[in-house]
């Protein structure tokens, strides 16, 4: 694909293609439903699959299904249909199931205003699964972050078997900008681990040292248990609390402890200034204009391309000595968001 223009929704499809993404479903909606057009497109010359869910909650079920038989899986949508996800989600995070969700954000509450952008899902993007266990979520500022997020993404979920957000935006997503995908270096693309031979497979145990299980797809010839309930390292469903205090340790462990190696952000210090302007997502375009223009009070700018940065690094050294850190997000109520990532361990 040579130099043209792309939307944001095309451009993480094309980075779906690239990361070998070869199953989607979703249920239309707007401003996600172009993503979903494109792979209709893309997915099946390749020996992929792409199909419509009655819903949304069907959708991204369909997605589990695939992924725990070994496929590379994404969903997308936005608003009230992140809501309806809401179960599949926690099934996803606690059952160690890899998969990338897009969520094309839009004005909320409820259906909101398909038609305007904000972040209006930010809070719940953290915060909508059962049990509170800490999520990757990656924000893109412009197209270019489409792409390049959605490789880190799948590589991220297949890493860690989780599920993964792109916190996308409408304004990102329908605007066309100027791209070479070709020209972007991609990272290496990453596969989920596979269990050493000669040793029987034992679906969620990890050795000492290890934080994320082995995997094996379900229909192999290794019989592989899964379920949604509390379980064991076997697979099977237990009330054992210290069986289950482990797990849910290890869950939030395999994230927290390694969030430095997914944490993207480009930083603008300035020399002298009092001011460190904290951003992510779409807004970082507005706060890079006013950081170019007032350079000389702002210490500068720190655009954030995941949540999980906003909550870290790299603050613990260019925020210390500065007086003021205001954080600016394009959602409907960016400030708590802002305030607890300043305080919340968890982020």
Same mark, same amino acid.
């Given at each position: 694909m040579a130099f043209c223009l792309m939307e944001g929704n095309?451009? %993480? /499809?094309?980075? /779906?293609?690239?990361?070998?993404?070869?199953?989607? !479903? @979703?249920?239309?909606?707007?401003p996600a439903t172009t993503i979903f057009n494109i792979l209709l497109k893309l997915l099946p010359p390749l020996g992929g699959i792409c199909i419509q869910g009655e819903d949304e909650i069907a959708s991204i079920g369909y997605c589990l299904g695939a992924s725990m038989a070994g496929r590379k899986v994404m969903t997308a949508?936005? @608003?009230? @249909?992140?809501?309806?996800?809401?179960?599949?989600?926690?099934? /996803?995070?606690?059952?160690? %199931?890899? %998969? #990338? +969700?897009?969520? #094309?954000?839009?004005?909320?509450?409820s259906t909101g205003s398909a038609t305007r952008g904000a972040d209006g899902d930010i809070q719940f993007l953290r915060w909508g699964n059962s049990g509170g266990l800490p999520v990757i979520v990656l924000a893109p500022v412009d197209v270019k972050d489409c792409y390049f997020l959605t490789i880190q993404a799948f590589n991220l979920a297949e890493k860690f078997r989780c599920p993964v957000f792109i916190a996308s935006n409408k304004e990102i997503a329908?605007?066309?900008?100027?791209?070479? +995908?070709?020209a972007i270096a991609k990272p290496?693309? %990453?596969?989920?681990? #596979?269990?050493?031979?000669?040793?029987?497979?034992?679906?969620?145990?990890t050795s000492s040292g290890q934080l994320t299980p082995y995997f094996l797809p379900i229909g192999g010839n290794v019989p592989v248990r899964q379920t949604s309930s509390t379980h064991g390292p076997d697979g099977y469903i237990t009330?054992?609390?210290?069986?289950?205090?482990?797990? $849910?340790?290890?869950?939030?462990?395999?994230?927290?402890?390694?969030?430095?190696?997914f944490s993207f952000y480009e930083s603008y210090p300035e020399q002298g200034a009092d001011t460190l302007l904290l951003t992510y997502g779409v807004t970082?375009? !507005?706060?890079?204009? #006013?950081y170019n223009a007032q350079k000389k009070i702002w210490h500068g700018g720190i655009a954030f391309n995941? $949540?999980?940065?906003? /909550?870290?690094?790299?603050?613990?050294?260019? @925020?210390?000595?500065?007086?003021? $850190?205001?954080?600016?997000?394009?959602?409907d109520e960016p400030g708590p968001v802002c305030q607890r990532d300043r305080t919340h361990p968890s982020g």
């Open positions: 095309e451009a %993480i /499809a094309w980075g /779906a293609v690239a990361s070998e993404c070869r199953f989607f !479903a @979703g249920y239309p909606i707007t949508t936005s @608003g009230a @249909g992140i809501s309806l996800y809401s179960e599949h989600i926690s099934f /996803a995070i606690g059952s160690e %199931i890899p %998969i #990338v +969700i897009v969520d #094309v954000q839009r004005l909320g509450p329908m605007t066309r900008e100027n791209i070479d +995908i070709h290496e693309i %990453i596969e989920r681990s #596979v269990p050493p031979p000669g040793k029987p497979f034992v679906p969620f145990e009330t054992d609390s210290d069986k289950i205090a482990k797990i $849910q340790e290890r869950l939030k462990t395999k994230l927290l402890s390694t969030v430095t190696g970082a375009r !507005a706060a890079r204009d #006013v995941s $949540q999980n940065a906003l /909550a870290r690094a790299p603050r613990s050294d260019q @925020g210390k000595s500065r007086e003021r $850190q205001p954080c600016c997000g394009g959602g």
